[in-house]
């Protein structure tokens, strides 16, 4: 899900009449070395990962405007100019991780695996009943979302 500038910018052909952005291999690839384009820029995972979700030039006034040096900082000084999409984008995608390299969707071989841990996903809490007897329907806006910026950003 690159931009075409961006696209373009990471080696992929996208014109008139052909966009590599569909095929899944060029674009993981290209995704991938964005974010690692990204990382030098930040020096920081979590605020690589935000950058992915709404541009570097984005990221970079945000963390101007509000005095920020990590994503969660940001997320403390700037939440209410910080588009929501971008700052649950993190732990949407580190959950996602974590769910995949758990079932094996995202190791590589066996043979070629380095020695690498992801966080252990947090135990699952069964829900109380509110006053009116039902479990409540969603988390609180923001909840559990600096906790996970915390654990990748070691």
């Given at each position: ?94 959950a996602a991780a974590t769910v995949m390299t758990a079932n094996g969707q995202l190791a590589p071989p066996r043979e070629t695996t380095r020695a690498t841990t992801l966080p252990a ?34």
């Amino acid at each position: 899900q690159l931009m075409p500038v961006t696209a373009r910018r990471f080696g992929l052909i996208v014109d008139a009449s052909r966009d590599e952005r569909f095929d899944p291999r060029k674009a993981t690839e290209a995704a991938a070395r964005y974010l690692r384009w990204l990382n030098g820029c930040f020096k920081d995972w979590p605020l690589a990962l935000a950058a992915y979700n709404c541009g570097e030039g984005a990221m970079k006034t945000f963390l101007r405007r509000y005095g920020a040096t990590t994503l969660e900082g940001l997320y403390a000084a700037g939440r209410d100019g910080v588009p929501r999409e971008t700052l649950r984008f993190v732990p949407q995608f580190v959950a996602a991780a974590t769910v995949m390299t758990a079932n094996g969707q995202l190791a590589p071989p066996r043979e070629t695996t380095r020695a690498t841990t992801l966080p252990a996903p947090a135990p699952v809490r069964k829900k109380r009943a509110s006053a009116s007897g039902r479990a409540p329907t969603s988390p609180p806006e923001g909840a559990g979302t600096v906790p996970a910026m915390r654990r990748i950003s070691r």
